[in-house]
């Protein structure tokens, strides 16, 4: 959806056209679920934050800047209920998800992909929260530097130092962690 159209979307809900906003929720529902799991939430805290962003959006949408962007909005409400949330209560991460594979698949296949994605999964864990949030958001949420300034409350100079930063530390953790599975296989000597 072009921002303009998702303007005038936004527009007619706060001029009361209240079923438009499902729309909405439809578009962002899977990519605000992704990013809070992606920082650790549980499948249930993040399905109750999800819910919760969408009730906060719409109650605030006529506070909304047309000239911003609608999902560096949303994204800032979920990452700061997830925020309090981990304030409230005794945070524990976990582990992302496993997604569903493809029914072509073999047996091998999946265990390979499955592996790789828990082992990246685990990867991404070890690094700081900054850090997993600007990737997640770039590279899940397709957000550019200035919308992620947005979410984070950062300058953009922070987000490419982050980004920077990031990328360099999860492929030095790729490596350590491919040369430990390496050493893993040769067994005791």
Not at 98 to 127: H, I, K, M, N, Y
Not at 148 to 175: C, F, H, T, W
């Amino acid at each position: 959806m072009r921002q303009e159209s998702e303007r005038e979307l936004i527009h007619r809900i706060v001029a009361g056209s209240k079923q438009e906003f499902c729309f909405l929720v439809d578009r962002y529902k899977q990519k605000i679920y992704g990013l809070l799991r992606g920082m650790g939430a549980s499948p249930m805290d993040a399905q109750d934050l999800t819910q919760e962003t969408f009730i906060k959006a719409y109650r605030k949408l006529a506070s909304h800047q047309p000239d911003k962007s609608f999902a560096s909005w949303l994204y800032t409400i979920a990452a700061n209920l997830l925020k309090d949330h981990k304030k409230k209560h005794r945070f524990e991460e976990q582990p992302i998800g496993q997604a569903e594979t493809a029914v072509s698949d073999g047996p091998e296949q999946s265990l390979l992909r499955t592996e790789r994605r828990t082992e990246f999964q685990r990867l991404l864990a070890l690094l700081p929260a900054n850090y997993r949030m600007a990737l997640l958001l770039r590279y899940t949420n397709d957000l550019s530097y200035e919308e992620i300034g947005e979410v984070l409350e950062v300058p953009v100079s922070k987000v490419q130092n982050d980004l920077y930063r990031a990328k360099k530390r999860l492929k030095q953790l790729m490596i350590e962690s491919k040369e430990g599975m390496e050493y893993e296989m040769l067994g005791p000597r």
